[in-house]
């Protein structure tokens, strides 16, 4: 859940509401594939509730995801086909937003796309952190040392408001239209 308040606590109400409008929330049935690797993804796809296994071909599973990650984001920002097969590992809930709508709304609203590319980088960056931790045997950045050692200052100021965010998209996501 923590890598979520990293990306809602940089994006605005606004950008936290054209996600909800412009994704697709689905359910997803255990060891249904969202991404194989090698494959294009037409998405971006955010975890709202379950979990989804990572494995590389000849290695196995090597991740496992929960509420508030981020899948198809690295294909996103480099175009190259995706270095894992992504699936669900129980009944999951994700909102899948469409790449090239993302591209278009990037590139039409420099606000958010300053925002959003800035989240992603911030995700990233953590992600890669917490991977040369796990390697090195330390902590990742979602241990409360890191929290409050390492961590922007502005990105922690943000944190509960991002969780007030990812809530509310949830209760968007889950009212009828």
């Known amino acids: 859940m ?3 308040l990293y990306i809602f606590g940089l994006l605005t109400d606004g950008d936290i509401d054209w996600m909800a409008r412009h994704g ?5 049935e255990p060891g249904e594939v969202v991404i194989e690797e090698g494959r294009a993804v037409p998405s971006l ?3 709202l509730d379950g979990r989804l296994a990572v494995s590389v071909g000849g290695l196995g599973q090597v991740a496992e995801l929960a509420a508030g990650e981020v899948v198809g984001e690295m294909s996103f920002v480099d175009s190259a086909p995706p270095s894992a097969t992504v ?21 039409s609203d420099m606000g958010f796309g300053y925002r ?3 989240a992603l980088a911030v995700f990233l960056a953590d992600r890669l952190r917490a991977s040369d931790r796990r390697q090195a045997g330390a902590a990742s950045l979602s241990s409360p ?6 961590l922007d200052l ?8 991002a969780g007030e965010r990812f809530h509310r998209l949830l209760k968007t996501l889950s009212t009828p239209a």
């Open 87 to 107: 699936s669900a590992r129980d009944r999951t809930l994700a909102l899948f937003i469409d790449k090239a709508q993302l591209a278009r709304k990037l590139e």
């Open 154 to 161: 502005g990105i922690l100021d943000n944190l509960s408001m």
């Open 2 to 4: 923590r890598k979520v």
């Open 45 to 47: 796809i955010l975890v």
């Open 116 to 118: 959003f590319y800035r």
């Open 24 to 28: 697709e929330r689905r359910w997803l």
């Open 145 to 150: 040392a890191v929290l409050e050692d390492e």
